[in-house]
């Protein structure tokens, strides 16, 4: 089908999916760390106090999403999705009213587990359930969303702060989802598919077979790709976290470096709808084991630049794997597991991914105070990127003889 003719005959629900991943932006790092500085500062925080907050919160998070994902089995994603939503907007009246230091890891929580959490994972599974021979191009269009709140959202904010107390700020962004819920509503009034229930059954896994959850973890394919599917979300996490320093370190004025973000969301879009076609086309089992290269590549030059050329160059190279990221992950468990019960399986790898968002900022700011600056966390990052893409490549090797034949 026409990419033009795809985008004409299921607009509503692509639409609807794109919602979903832009309104996750307020549980997303990249909006989140905006605020790092006047959160320190209200609550009387080092840079090691904050990350460890963060990490708890997200590990929380992360926790949670094993059960919680689960429900997009049972439930329309209208439903679950308006619920969301809903819980999201409440996370950030929480972030503007926090009274104390004390309750900001739930607060942490809250956002992660509403936004980078629950709001993807909706989208992510309805377009794996919705789609079958599209399926790439769906995700990586419903992926849109996140792309374009990273591009806007914290440079609009970042401007709103210089008239603006930060926490009215967060009384703004709870706005938002709710607005969004009447919009989903309507947009999924009718669902794609007359059985988008968890029992609808479109396409199969290994062995011509629907896996459940309990299933999957038996498998070593799940095992063997845990590094691979915690290493972008930890260290992409982390490099945002971490701009300040990373910049400082540099000796780089930050809005020079800001400055890249453009550069970067425009490559990983980009990418990110390569990708899509290129799995509907090839499937993931032949790109998974590849996609992560770049960024240890990236880690690699971005230790060594002395200049904002080197670092631009570095971020191209970090945004062609991220880009692939939002698009391959998504489709890899619905191709291997099958989608009856894709909502669970997924629930698993994004809680794994949730984790790592949590490890990354943990993990560096440690190091960091420690005395590792994160430009000399890079070379050990991108050699562990590169061991991950090799259990990967192993793993798919000795599983992708059990997929049925492509159409």
Known sequence: MALVDFLRQNARWLAAGVLLTFCSSFGQTYFISIFAGEIRATFGLSHGQWGGIYTMGTMASAAVMVFAGGLTDRFRARSIGALALAFLALACLAMATVPGVWLLPVVIFALRFGGQGMSVHIAMVAMARWYVASRGKAISIAALGVAAGEAFLPMIFVALMTILHWQTLWVVAACLPLLAIPVLAGLLRVERTPRSMGTASQSAGMGGRHWTRAEMLRHPLFWLSVP???????????????????????????????????????ISVGTMVLAGWALDRWGTARLMPLYQLPFAAGMVVMSLAESIAGAALAMALLALSQGANSALPQAFWAEFYGTRHIGAI???????????????????????????????????????????????????????????ARA
């Not at 915690?230 to 990373?246: D, E, I, K, N, R």
């Not at 370190?249 to 453009?262: C, D, H, N």
């Not at 949730?354 to 440690?366: A, N, R, W």
């Open 346 to 404: 997924k629930a698993t790898a994004t809680a794994v991914m949730v984790l790592g968002t949590g490890l990354g900022p943990g993990l560096t700011g440690g190091l960091i105070d420690l005395g590792y600056s994160f430009p000399e966390q890079m070379f050990g990052i991108a050699a562990y990127i590169v061991l991950a893409a090799i259990l990967i490549a192993v793993a798919v090797r000795r599983s992708a003889p059990l997929l049925p």
């Open 228 to 266: 691979a599917l915690l290493s972008l979300p930890a260290f992409g996490t982390a490099l945002f976290f971490q701009q300040v320093h990373l910049a400082e370190t540099k000796g780089w004025a930050l809005v020079e470096f800001v400055a890249l973000f453009p550069i970067f969301t425009a």
